[in-house]
């Protein structure tokens, strides 16, 4: 879905929108309101508990607004762990290959396969250009291997002022390992008031910078804001100015609307543990463009491929238990691969995905369109509460421009105490330093109600 013109119309809300009654009303016309029920909602009690908490331990559901830091567990996730568990304790090794009839899960060996698949309708790829392996950096680090390649004056990497820093570091180390300073070759976008950068200005800079830049490499959505950048734009224009770009998907995947395929992006990674509600540190996802996952065949019948950090994973498996050293890589993102992956991982991968393949990306986004706008509606009106404004939001009002978080930049020294109160609420949102709550109403499992339970709450705090 590129960016382009919403009806705001759709998000305009009555005067009686500020009374809970409304957003009861709200939940009661949701298509998705099921959707919920796939998800254990932390109560207010387990979120205070120091010990392993009992399911039933309160029925008080707390408010969690942090999918986009961590997603909440899926229920099916203990049935699918629990399967997979059985399978291996009772055929071993033989759960590679052998399909159990009452599993929910494939053959150990085809599980990456099924959860790209998955992955792949979520971000608009075709299935062979999404591969489930690694986790988010250690994708980065095998990706820039192939498509970061410096040469002469063509050296640096385009990147944002403010980059989560894994990717910064990552960056910076890519840099170093090619003999190059960092401080002399990552270009930085700079933001155009303050925190967000305007798509004109990217563009500008890659007109500044085509002769030097050897990669763009952008976030789908900042990280500290919750821009969503013009993807197809950018990608389009650095592409026309003989450029390769690549996109951290991590803050976009499950949460807008992507067409990677479509876009012709490069190469993009994402993390499965927001959004995608596949538990800390889950397996992590890999687009590369079916143009560079092409396999083909010299005269003696050697693979030509673009150059890759390579593994035994990533060779086709028609040819894999051959284990004769010649590598033939699978065709598409699965030729990037390197190891067997954790089926454990996978699994999880799996549940979560099973939730996903119970809707559709677009229908999540509407949802979540109007939950968002709701959020912003309340949060306006409270400024009116006060003579001097205590926060402003500084993720984009356009909501072509934003996903599900909005980031709530506070007055100087409200940071601790405002999260400190949230959290004593059973209210869970993120912060980061030096003043920002980043709220998110994840579609898959929040309502009107936990947003509007979460503005009251966060009116006290202010007072």
């Not at 809970?20 to 099921?34: G, I």
């Not at 890659?206 to 990608?235: C, N, R, S």
């Not at 593994?311 to 284990?323: I, P």
């Not at 109160?421 to 898959?444: F, H, N, S, T, Y």
Request: proline share 6%; hydrophobic share 40%; aromatic share 10%.
């Amino acid at each position: 879905m590129s960016p382009s013109k919403v009806d705001t119309a759709a998000f305009d809300f009555p005067a009686e929108a500020t009374a809970l009654d409304y957003a009861k009303s709200q939940d009661a016309k949701d298509s998705l309101q099921h959707l919920r029920s796939e998800y254990i909602i932390p109560s207010k009690a387990n979120l205070k508990a120091r010990r392993l908490a009992q399911p039933n331990l309160s029925n008080e559901d707390g408010t969690y607004f942090c999918g986009n830091s961590l997603g909440l567990q899926p229920k099916a996730m203990r049935t699918f762990i629990q399967a997979q568990l059985d399978t291996w304790s009772s055929i071993g090794v033989q759960g590679h290959f052998t399909r159990i009839e009452d599993s929910p899960l494939p053959p150990w060996q085809d599980m990456a396969k099924t959860a790209a698949t998955s992955m792949a309708k979520i971000v608009g790829a075709n299935p062979d250009e999404v591969a489930a392996m690694n986790t988010l950096t250690v994708n980065l680090h095998l990706l820039m291997a192939s498509f970061y390649r410096p040469s002469g004056r063509k050296s640096k990497i385009l990147l944002e002022w403010k980059a989560f820093p894994s990717d910064h570091y990552a960056i910076e180390s890519q840099i170093r390992w090619h003999g190059y300073d960092p401080k002399e070759n990552m270009i930085m976008l700079e933001p155009d008031d303050g925190y967000r950068v305007s798509t004109e200005k990217i563009l500008k800079t890659i007109d500044d910078h085509t002769d030097e830049i050897a990669l763009v490499m952008l976030p789908g959505v900042q990280y500290y804001t919750g821009q969503l950048f013009d993807i197809p734009t950018i990608t389009s224009y650095a592409q026309s100015k003989g450029l390769t770009i690549g996109w951290d998907c991590a803050h976009a995947a499950g949460n807008v609307p992507l067409q990677l395929h479509d876009w012709n992006v490069d190469f993009a990674v994402w993390c499965t543990y927001k959004y995608m509600n596949a538990g800390p540190g889950s397996i992590a996802g890999a687009f590369v463009h079916e143009r560079h996952g092409r396999v083909e065949y010299d005269e003696n019948d050697k693979p030509i491929f673009l150059p890759r950090l390579s593994g035994w994973y990533g060779g086709d498996q028609a040819s894999r238990f051959k284990m004769d050293n010649n590598f033939r890589p699978s065709p598409g993102a699965a030729g990037f691969q390197c190891s067997n992956p954790s089926a454990i991982d996978l699994t999880a991968l799996c549940a979560a995905m099973s939730v996903f393949d119970k809707t559709t990306i677009a229908a999540l986004r509407q949802k979540s369109l109007r939950l968002t706008c709701y959020l912003e509606h309340l949060l306006d009106v409270l400024q009116e509460d006060f003579a001097e404004r205590p926060f402003n939001v500084i993720t984009p009002k356009d909501t072509t421009q934003r996903g599900a978080q909005l980031c709530i930049l506070l007055k100087e020294g409200l940071l601790q105490p405002v999260a400190a109160a949230l959290e004593e609420a059973g209210v869970i949102c993120d912060k980061r330093e030096p003043g920002v709550i980043r709220v998110a109403p994840v579609p898959m499992y929040n309502t009107y109600e936990d947003v509007w339970h979460f503005v009251q709450i966060f009116r006290s705090a202010l007072i």
